[in-house]
Structures are given as C-alpha cells and as structure tokens.
T-cell receptor, first 111, second 112 residues
Framework: RKEVEQDPGPFNVPEGATVAFNCTYS??????FFWYRQDCRKEPKLLMS???SGNEDGRFTAQLNRASQYISLLIRDSKLSDSATYLC????????????FGIGTKLQVIP | NAGVMQNPRHLVRRRGQEARLRCSPM?????VYWYRQLPEEGLKFMVY????????ESGMPKERFSAEFPKEGPSILRIQQVVRGDSAAYFC??????????FGEGSRLTVL
C-alpha cells in the first residue's frame, strides 16, 4: 500500500461547481498534513495546511479524519484558474519526520 | 526575503556529460529536499539533506547520482554520465524543522 494515495483524476468540472478530493495515508504516526497546488510545468506551491479541527481559506476547505486516516480538500464555486494538480502531503512524527507527497489529483475546470 | 533559488533553470547536456544542479534554500532553512519529475508524472523523492548530512537518500539511483549540502554554499545535485532518461525537471525544496516545504522553480535538464 502506498504511503499516500490520491485519485489521479482528471476531475473535469464546470465553472461554479463544488469539487472534493480525498487523500488517504497509511502511517498512523503522520503528524502534519498539507495541500499543495502544482500548475503545469511549474513548481508546487503550498495551498494550505490541514489542521485537526478543519480549516477554511476562502473557497477552500481542508479537513482531517485521523480515525480513518484521510484528509480532504473541498473547492467551492470553482474558477477556471483552479485548474491544476492538487498534491496531498504528509509528514510523519519521530525520526527525521519524513515528508511524503501523493501523486496528485488533476482538476480541470471547464467553462 | 528570497525564496528557494535553483540554477540553472535550464540545462542541456549530451549523453555522457555531467550535470550539476544547485539549490540555495530559503534563509533560515536548514533542510533541503530534491525531487525529480518526468512530464505528466508525479514528484519522485530523491534525497533529503541537512547541512553536511544526508538524512535519506532512498530515492536516489544507486549509480551516477550524488547530492551534497555543504556547510557553506548551496546544495548540489550531481548527475554523472547523463543518459536520455535523466531528462526531467528537478525541483529543490527547503523547510525549517517540521515546517512546510517551499519549492524552487526547478531546473529542467535535457539530455541530447
């Protein structure tokens, strides 16, 4: 089983739609969680950290479910500019706190 | 406050030559990560370094690839005797301990 699993998509959604991505992780010692965004041929950029209580940043909501070992990202009112690949990132506690990236979920918002 | 700086941004090499990619982490960051990305594929972890130490090189090919992060100066990813399959984007990221990773713009290697 992969340490971090994501559905690679693509998810094709119309403008204005709500879309959700899930990411599962296998290591119960995982401590920190993040969503990154990567545009085509660009570097990944931090979108948001994911906190235990869930957190929101404008149209973006991230949630963590430790019991089921998954995190989610919800995008409301999708914009064309949201088209990108969304990467789930997990950092484990202990040792050297290894960071693991998921393969990414590709989102295409269509007019 | 400058971000993660990578150079060169683009590098062209012929088969058999050496490629050296440099990464200067963000100010105050002591942790450096290198990733490789082929077109239409995900990020592949290569190596994680702290100053003068390789912490995890489990993603590095056993031959031709090496990395260092000296006490002074940038981190270097070195590829000897390049082959066409080494053509990829190489991203460097830095972080403080237990913090988020910040990426450089990448170095795109083309092997002719």
């Amino acid at each position: 089983r992969k340490e971090v699993e994501q559905d690679p998509g693509p998810f094709n959604v119309p403008e204005g739609a709500t879309v959700a991505f899930n990411c599962t992780y296998s290591n119960s010692a995982s401590q920190s969680f993040f969503w990154y965004r990567q545009d085509c041929r660009k570097e990944p950029k931090l979108l948001m950290s994911v906190y235990s209580s869930g957190n929101e940043d404008g149209r973006f909501t991230a949630q963590l479910n430790r019991a089921s070992q998954y995190i989610s990202l919800l995008i409301r009112d999708s914009k064309l500019s949201d088209s990108a690949t969304y990467l789930c990132v997990v950092r484990v506690s202990g040792g050297y706190q290894k960071v693991t990236f998921g393969i990414g979920t590709k989102l295409q918002v269509i007019p | 406050n400058a971000g993660v700086m990578q150079n060169p941004r683009h590098l062209v090499r012929r088969r058999g030559q050496e490629a050296r990619l440099r990464c200067s982490p963000m100010k105050g960051h002591s942790h450096v990560y290198w990733y490789r990305q082929l077109p239409e594929e995900g990020l592949k972890f290569m190596v994680y370094l702290q100053k003068e130490n390789i912490i995890d090189e489990s993603g590095m090919p056993k031959e031709r690839f090496s990395a260092e992060f000296p006490k002074e100066g940038p981190s270097i990813l070195r590829i000897q005797q390049v082959v066409r399959g080494d053509s990829a984007a190489y991203f460097c990221a830095s972080s403080p301990p237990a913090g988020e990773l910040f990426f450089g713009e990448g170095s795109r290697l083309t092997v002719l």
